[in-house]
């Protein structure tokens, strides 16, 4: 009996020492693998939010996604033109070399690099020189009010490092060689890498000389892509992993009912809406009727928004008036109201415009943008259909559909915006809605020019007023809902799942985990 | 003998480079790699100046010609996404497919010589008809369906082998195996079963053909005749005669399955080839592509090939006329 008991109590204990042990391990298991361990070398926001798991900029968003001081202190700008930085002292990188104002200038260096895919997320930058070791000025190329904002997403490098290792500029793919910060990392932030293999398993260990006091309580990440969603699901049931930032729409109620899982949803910062050509022809010829106001009215009223939530998106999609979520700076409640759905009002319209037996043409969509995107456009098409204009439907992946979209074969697309990296409305005014203009209007596939909202956005660009600039481009999202230049759809749901031991995992509107406010 | 062995390998080269012709013709309808390269911030000026730079702008014949000249030294270049060098990225997937490869071949012998001889040697019994019905599903159900039943069943259901990846590896010089831990045998037998599954069928059906064709020959009857035993005559004489073709057929079969790995990799995030080759598509990572689609071929080139000197050397009537 007392050998039963002592083997039943030595069970017991070594399976809490286990769970004990075990516990602070975290599986993520993503539905994708990141591009490589250099986060500046591809442009992709994916691999930059897995890396700032190792790499941390001058400042970073806290949990309300404000920004605050991370390996900068504190900032004061001296002239438009030029900020300086106090950094942060007594932090090491995780080989141990101090982090000094060299490692910020090699840093802005390599990202604004002529081969660097990300240097457009830092438009700004012209140069940076050093003031003391732990004080930095950077010049712009002009008054710039977005700067923070721009900066939570450059990671800091070890200048020693770089040099050591002849990493000092981005890999140069044309040239064919690879680079070292492709496969080793050296950063400042709250994990370490411990080792990688491609497509199978990236594991971080918790970086015990931090500068910031953790809180977390995790000591390892198991980061495994797992790119088949039925796979995902099956391992999230069956506890080989503790979580996942993709978790499939169809599966949700199965993993909702299971015991050992539970699910997060809310609505993205992402918002989604159509755009369309304004040349004077349409994609396949004849005059473009999408230049008429009172077309594009139509066209808006011709679609339901309220029916989109509740079938298409069952009910989990919030329906939107603008194109910037609520979180944005730049919001306006006024102006988010729905347009109600009216199709005797659209048919009249159309028929006033002069188009009363409708036209033909083409509406873009991608198989692999959007959530539900496909049927999101058929049940659009369907919608439009009614009032009599005529929408060729063209569905494929993203790779195929962008050419298109660039190159005026296309007269209504979809186009999701978040405004990330910088998280305020100046994002979608300045890169879709300006007039083609140089770094302005990337995303003015359409060829639209409203010389008023260039007005507007030229100069919020320069006003370092929070609350002036906000105005102006308050003002510039009112124009862009009266002239109907977009027709906003809604704000599209995210859905994460973990396992029932994680106690804490804040979810965060842009999508992005942040494993350092996990507890499990 | 020479001559035969000239043209087989320049028959070999041609259609390598045939592959190679269609494989760029078909990247010129997968999209722009530019667009996925990029981020959201970047520039028209600056998307273009990428393409110019990766030669994307060339005309197509340029590129062709600058991929095989490339290739033929070896030289598959960069990935655009992991930006390693392709031949590196493919050496390192290579031990993964191959292992899974080799053990669903022998599990598809295993299980597959048997039930052929079972459903020759008791020909209209209930069960072998049953299993006959039974093959025609295996032959049919899509290998997807087939790995996510397994996942559903084993790793959710009765929690016996893990969902998705490779378990633990141990490194052995550049080779990475999963066969020499637990885990790592745990892990590979659901990805196995599943990809044997269309392989146990063709071997059944094989044997089984082969067993009734061998089951009429004269020196089976002589040897019921002098009472052999039921078991001896079945397995020793008879099976023993029909193992030739199935030997060459599995042979050949490898380079197939390799080929089609590729779903149940996807399936089970079985770091592969296939998986890589996947995954490039989805990323437009051109390089990538290429030399997977290269190296695949040349796989299955270098098979046919060698059964074929392999027949000529063992039949002259073979090289007779040409050689």
Not at chain 1, 149 to 162: K, V
Not at chain 1, 264 to 270: A, P, V, W
Not at chain 2, 7 to 35: C, H, Q, S, T, Y
């Amino acid at each position: 009996m007392a050998a039963l008991r002592y083997a039943l109590l030595a069970g017991v204990m070594s399976a809490a020492l286990a769970s004990a042990a075990a516990a602070e391990t975290f599986r993520w298991g993503s539905s994708r693998d990141i591009g490589s361990l250099d986060p500046y070398s591809y442009g992709d926001s994916f691999t930059i939010n897995v890396m700032n798991h190792v790499y941390e900029g001058l400042v970073r968003y806290d949990r309300n996604l404000a920004i605050e001081p991370a390996l900068a202190t504190s900032w004061e700008v001296l002239s438009p033109t030029v900020w300086r930085f106090r950094l942060r002292e007594g932090v090491s990188f995780h080989n141990g070399n101090p982090f000094t104002a060299d490692d910020v200038i090699a840093s802005l260096k390599r990202v604004s690099h002529a081969d660097s895919p990300l240097k457009g997320n830092l438009p700004a930058y012209k140069a940076a020189t050093r003031v003391d070791d732990f004080t930095v000025d950077v010049e712009l190329n002009g008054a710039y009010p977005l700067l923070l904002n721009d900066l939570t997403n450059i990671h800091i490098f070890d200048a020693e490092w770089l040099a050591q290792h002849n990493a000092e500029v981005p890999t140069d793919i044309a040239k064919g060689i690879e680079g070292f910060a492709t496969f080793n990392a050296n950063g400042t932030g709250p994990f370490k890498v411990e080792s990688r293999q491609p497509d199978a398993k990236t594991v971080f260990v918790v970086n015990p000389g931090w500068w910031d006091t953790p809180q977390h309580n995790l000591t390892r990440i198991e980061f495994t892509p797992v790119s088949s969603a039925a796979t995902r699901v099956a391992a999230l049931l069956s506890g080989e992993i503790d979580f996942t930032e993709d978790a499939p729409v169809q599966d949700l109620p199965r993993l909702a009912a299971a015991p050992n899982v539970k699910v997060l949803e809310r609505t993205d910062l992402r918002t989604i809406f159509l755009m369309m050509n304004r040349r004077d022809e349409l994609a396949e010829g004849g005059k473009n009727p999408l230049n008429d106001l009172r077309v594009r009215q139509a066209m808006q009223k011709a679609i339901d928004l309220e029916l989109l939530r509740d079938r298409v998106m069952r009910g989990k999609s919030r329906a939107a008036g603008m194109i910037i979520a609520p979180e944005i700076p730049g919001y306006d409640a006024e102006l988010d109201k729905l347009t109600p759905y009216d199709l005797d009002g659209a048919k009249a319209l159309l028929a006033e415009a002069g188009y009363p037996d409708g036209f033909a043409f083409v509406f873009n969509c991608m198989s692999d943008g959007y959530v539900n995107e496909e049927q999101l456009c058929q049940a659009i098409a369907s919608m439009w259909a009614r009032i009599g204009i005529e929408p060729k439907l063209d569905i494929a992946p993203r790779p195929v559909q962008t050419p298109k979209r660039t190159g005026a074969k296309a007269d209504v697309w979809t186009l999701g915006w978040a405004t990330l990296p910088m998280l305020d409305s100046y994002s979608p005014l300045i890169q879709i809605i300006h007039s083609r203009d140089g770094n302005a209007g990337v995303f003015n596939w359409g060829d639209w020019s409203y010389p008023e909202i260039d007005a507007l956005v030229q100069k919020a660009s320069v006003e370092l007023d929070r609350d002036k600039r906000l105005a102006m481009q308050t003002e510039a999202l009112r124009i862009v809902g009266e002239e109907v230049i977009a027709i906003p759809l809604h704000q599209q749901p995210m859905s994460w799942a973990a396992s029932a031991e994680v106690d804490e995992i804040p979810q965060f509107p842009d999508n992005k985990p942040r494993l350092w406010f996990v507890k499990k | 003998m020479i001559a035969f062995l000239i043209k087989r390998i320049a028959n070999a080269m041609l259609v390598m480079l045939a592959v190679a012709f269609f494989a760029f013709m078909i990247f010129r309808f997968v999209g722009d790699p530019v667009e996925m390269m990029l981020n959201e911030q970047a520039t028209q000026a600056e998307r273009a100046d990428l393409r110019a730079k990766l030669g994307l702008e060339d005309g197509f014949l340029v590129q062709f010609g600058r991929f095989v000249t490339n290739a033929a030294q070896g030289d598959f270049g960069i990935s655009y996404r992991n930006q390693q060098e392709v031949i590196g990225l493919i050496a390192e997937r290579f031990p993964a497919t191959f292992e899974l490869v080799i053990v669903a071949t022998i599990i598809s012998l295993a299980v597959g010589i048997p039930l052929g001889v079972v459903t020759a040697i008791r020909r209209g019994a209930w069960y072998s008809e049953a299993l006959q019905f039974l093959s025609i599903i295996g032959v049919s159900l899509p290998s997807f369906v087939v790995g996510i039943v397994l996942i559903l069943v084993f790793s959710v259901t009765l929690g016996l082998f893990p969902a998705f990846g490779r378990g633990e590896t141990v490194q052995i010089g550049w080779w990475s195996t999963g066969l020499l831990t637990e885990l790592g045998r745990a892990a590979i037998l659901l990805p196995a079963v599943s990809l044997s599954l269309f392989q146990i069928t063709l071997v059944m059906r094989l044997v089984r053909a082969e067993m009734l064709e061998v089951l009429r020959a004269d020196f089976i009857k002589f040897a019921r005749a002098r009472g052999v035993p039921a078991r001896i005559v079945h397995f020793r004489h008879a099976l023993r005669n029909c193992l030739m073709p199935v030997v060459t057929m599995t042979a050949m079969q490898i380079g197939n399955l390799i080929a089609f790995a590729l779903i149940t990799e996807t399936v089970f995030q079985w770091p592969g080839m296939g998986l890589l080759f996947i995954q490039a598509v989805t990323f437009v990572d051109i390089p990538v592509m290429a030399a997977y689609l290269c190296i695949v071929s040349f796989i299955f080139v270098a098979l046919n090939t060698m059964v074929d000197i392999a027949y000529a050397v063992i039949d002259p009537r073979l090289r007779g006329a040409n050689g």
